[in-house]
């Protein structure tokens, strides 16, 4: 199983920046894919971005641009660099791990809120 904790949500103005930050824990395949999903109140939950264990991202098209997912593989981490946001930006955050061995597996997320 795959253990995953988010942090770094919060407030911000529009216009404003965030990090989020994701540690996995646990029996990390490290042929994986992990990535952040969000979602709003009312929507159903969306991609975001997700990068491979070769450092291949994949974006949607609301965020290319603004956000940019990072990993570190030594430290079981990843990241997503939120610049821009606006407040259709505003949503809970999931931090997702993908592979062939444990599935899927999902953090309890945190929660952005763009707001003046």
């Known amino acids: 199983q795959v253990q995953l904790v988010e942090s770094g949500g919060g407030l911000v103005q529009p216009g404003g920046s965030l990090r989020l930050s994701c540690a996995a824990s646990?029996?990390?395949?490290?042929?994986?894919?992990m990535g952040w999903y969000r979602q709003a109140p009312g929507k159903e939950r969306e991609l975001v971005a997700t990068?491979?264990?070769?450092?291949?991202?994949k974006y949607t098209d609301s965020v290319k641009g603004r956000f940019t997912i990072s990993r570190d593989n030594a430290q079981n981490m990843v990241y997503l660099q939120m610049n821009s946001l606006n407040p259709d930006d505003t949503a809970v955050y999931y931090c997702?791990?993908?592979?062939?061995?444990?599935?899927?597996?999902w953090g309890h997320g945190t929660q952005v809120t763009v707001s003046s």
């Open positions: 646990g029996s990390i395949f490290r042929f994986n894919v």
């Open positions: 990068i491979s264990n070769l450092d291949y991202t």
């Open positions: 997702y791990e993908s592979d062939r061995y444990n599935g899927d597996s």
